[in-house]
């Protein structure tokens, strides 16, 4: 075989090479894209259709945060780059205790800041919580994946969050009050109840 021939054998079993591991890291990728979306829905809904976040769901978000945080400060890493993800996973844990301190019957700047802050630790803390997760199940996540493709995930996942907050202000357009009974939740403000069967 010429060298000519050789190199370019050469080439296409690195072409093949890389594009198998192409294809390999679009999996794991397109798994933590549809995981972190379908974690961010359902407070993002509850938000738009109740205008409040359930309590499980916070709690949730704690839970995991909150045994997140414990091995990032027990991983064998610098203190430098645990840091930033401690304080990260420690928010959840910091609203509850503000929760503690605050009477939420009393009307005041206090409470409405506590709950604004309650919204932002859903909001903006399950994105943030499932990527610290995911770097830390994932180390070489961030080795092989772009900026661009990080940007990808964190923009479809934040439209995701954005059309399901639309979804639940706008439920009474597409949904009726007995479709919220029967799923085993109370029914949303002005919601339509569903009209009556002329048959009967």
Same mark, same amino acid.
């Not at 993002?44 to 499980?56: H, K, N, P, V």
């Not at 206090?110 to 903006?124: E, K, P, Q, S, T």
């Not at 661009?148 to 934040?158: A, D, E, M, N």
């Given at each position: 075989?010429?060298?000519?021939?050789?190199?370019?054998?050469?080439?296409?079993?690195?072409?093949?090479?890389?594009?198998?591991?192409?294809?390999?890291r679009?999996?794991?990728?397109?798994v933590?894209?549809?995981?972190?979306?379908?974690?961010?829905?359902?407070?993002? %809904?509850? *938000?738009?259709?109740? #205008?409040? /976040?359930?309590?499980?769901?916070? !709690?949730? @978000?704690?839970?995991?945060?909150?045994?997140?945080?414990?091995?990032?400060?027990?991983e064998?890493?610098?203190?430098?780059?645990?840091?930033?993800?401690?304080?990260?996973?420690?928010?959840?844990s910091?609203?509850?205790?503000?929760?503690?301190?605050f009477?939420?019957?009393e009307?005041?700047?206090?409470? %409405?800041? *506590?709950?604004?802050? #309650?919204? /932002?630790?859903?909001?903006v803390? !399950?994105? @943030?919580?499932?990527?610290?997760?995911?770097?830390?199940?994932?180390?070489?996540?961030?080795?092989?994946?772009?900026?661009?493709?990080?940007?990808?995930?964190?923009?479809v996942?934040?439209?995701?969050a954005?059309?399901?907050?639309?979804?639940?202000?706008?439920?009474?357009?597409?949904?009726?009050?007995?479709?919220f009974?029967l799923?085993?939740?109370?029914?949303?403000?002005?919601?339509?109840?569903?009209?009556?069967?002329?048959?009967e």
């Amino acid at each position: 075989m010429s060298g000519a021939s050789a190199a370019s054998v050469r080439r296409v079993g690195e072409h093949q090479i890389e594009e198998q591991g192409r294809a390999q890291r679009a999996v794991p990728i397109g798994v933590v894209m549809v995981g972190m979306s379908l974690v961010v829905w359902w407070p993002a %809904f509850t *938000l738009g259709a109740w #205008g409040d /976040l359930f309590f499980d769901q916070l !709690l949730t @978000l704690w839970a995991a945060a909150t045994a997140a945080l414990v091995f990032v400060l027990i991983e064998r890493r610098p203190v430098g780059s645990k840091l930033v993800r401690a304080l990260l996973l420690l928010i959840p844990s910091l609203w509850i205790v503000l929760s503690f301190l605050f009477n939420e019957s009393e009307e005041n700047l206090a409470v %409405f800041l *506590l709950a604004l802050a #309650g919204i /932002l630790v859903v909001v903006v803390g !399950l994105p @943030l919580t499932m990527w610290v997760l995911v770097r830390i199940v994932w180390p070489d996540f961030a080795s092989f994946t772009r900026r661009s493709t990080r940007w990808t995930i964190l923009g479809v996942v934040g439209g995701i969050a954005v059309m399901s907050f639309l979804l639940g202000v706008f439920q009474s357009e597409w949904l009726y009050c007995e479709e919220f009974t029967l799923s085993g939740n109370s029914e949303p403000p002005g919601c339509t109840p569903e009209p009556p069967d002329l048959d009967e």
